[in-house]
Each structure stands twice: as C-alpha cells, then as structure tokens.
C-alpha cells in the first residue's frame, strides 16, 4: 500500500479480555516498530522488528503483551488480561532498514479498555 | 539516562510569526527526528538529521551535536502549521536496533 495502516482504527474493550492490534507497513520495509502513546504523552517504544524476528522487545512493558511478524511483513501486537492503564493510542511504524532512514507512521489504534 | 527534552511545551503564535521549538538530550546520539503530529491525527517525518542543518519549504530544522541540541524553526507560520511537534532521539550505541525514545511534544497553535 501508499502507506502504513493499522487495523483496527479503534478498539474497546473491558479489563481482562484479550486484544489483538495490527499492522500493515510499507511494502519492502524490512524495519517495524510498535509504540504507544499516552494521552498528553509522547510515544513509548515497544518493540522492533528487523524481517522476522524481534530485535529489540526491551520497551514491552510486561509479559501480557506481545508481537509477531511471522512471515516479515505484517505485525500483530497482542495484548492479554488487558487492564485500564493499556489505554492509549498503539502506533506501528516502518522504514526501510536500521541506520539512518526515515520511520513512517501509522495512523494508530486507539484502545480503551474499560 | 536517557533523556528528551522539548520546549516550550506549549506556544501560540501570530500568523506570521517566526516560531522556534527546542529539543534537548542527555547524551550522544546517532539521529535525531522531527515529527508532526495533528490533532487526531497520525504522525508525520518532517526530518531526520545527525549533523548540520536541514530545510525544506518553511520548515529548518538545525542540530548542534556537541551542545546536545537541536531547534526546528518555521517561517511566516500559518494556521495550518498548528499541531504537536515532537522530537526523537537515536541514541548511542546502536548496537540495540533502531528505536527512538521522543520527547513529550510541543503543541502549537498559530492564530489568523
């Protein structure tokens, strides 16, 4: 596609459940991050992909959540027992590569949990 | 510790005005990006920069590199320039990947 996109644009959803938010990053960007943002906040990082696997998951904030990219392309962040503090906008971005090229953003997911 | 700092974290602003929002960092770093981010909105890449200076239309975006510093500035602002500016930071070593740890943003508005 054009662009980054994340599916989906908004989420709610009650303490507890499970969620799933995905990504779909620009065709050929080997690179995918996940970040969140909190309200007044600026992004938090997550985790980055390089292809397949996660290079770096050093910003996951506990073992309730956690991405994949299977097959290097599009990523899934997973969320379990969710709790009212994972509230926030989930920001996916890519680029081609480590170093020093430019990160594209998603529009982002907003999850409520209520 | 790694640290981004921006200021101010708030600005109104005449149309017209030249406008100037700072980022500050604790230690060295590989990069530094300027981001845009309007109300609801996604974010968009203004620049990413290690050295120098960089312009494009009426965005400049300089950095100083010793003094851990850089400053985006916009000519002639225009309501349209009103958004979240937000800064990131690539810091050394980059033996950990390529994430970027931001600053909490400086929200400007530019009246008519």
């Known amino acids: 596609g054009a662009g980054v996109s994340q599916t989906p644009s908004n989420k709610v959803t009650e303490k507890g459940k499970y969620v799933e938010l995905r990504c779909d990053p620009i065709?050929?960007?080997?690179?995918l991050y996940w970040y969140r943002q909190s309200l007044g906040q600026g992004p938090e990082f997550l985790i980055y992909?390089?292809?397949?696997?996660?290079?770096?998951d050093s910003g996951l904030p506990n073992d309730r959540f956690f991405a994949v990219r299977p097959e290097g392309s599009v990523s899934t962040l997973k969320i379990q027992r969710t709790e009212r503090g994972d509230s926030a906008v989930y920001l996916c971005?890519?680029?081609?590569?480590?170093?020093?090229?430019?990160?594209?953003f998603g529009p982002g997911t907003r999850l409520l949990v209520l | 510790k790694n640290e981004v700092e921006q200021s101010p974290q708030n600005l109104t602003a005449q149309e017209g005005e030249f406008i100037t929002i700072n980022c500050s960092y604790s230690?060295?770093?590989?990069?530094l990006h300027w981001l845009q981010q309007h109300p609801g909105g996604g974010i968009v890449s203004l620049f990413m920069?290690?050295?120098g200076k960089k312009k494009h239309g009426r965005l400049i975006a300089t950095i100083n590199i010793q003094e851990k510093h850089s400053s985006l500035h916009i000519t002639a602002s225009h309501p349209r320039d009103s958004a979240v500016y937000i800064c990131?930071?690539?810091?050394?070593?980059?033996?950990?990947?390529?994430?970027?740890?931001f600053g909490t943003g400086t929200s400007l508005t530019v009246i008519p």
């Open positions: 971005a890519s680029s081609l590569g480590t170093g020093l090229e430019t990160q594209y």
């Open positions: 065709s050929g960007h080997t690179a």
């Open positions: 920069l290690s050295s």
């Open positions: 992909f390089q292809g397949t696997g996660a290079a770096d």
């Open positions: 990131a930071v690539r810091f050394r070593p980059t033996n950990t990947g390529n994430q970027f740890y």
């Open positions: 230690v060295g770093i590989s990069a």
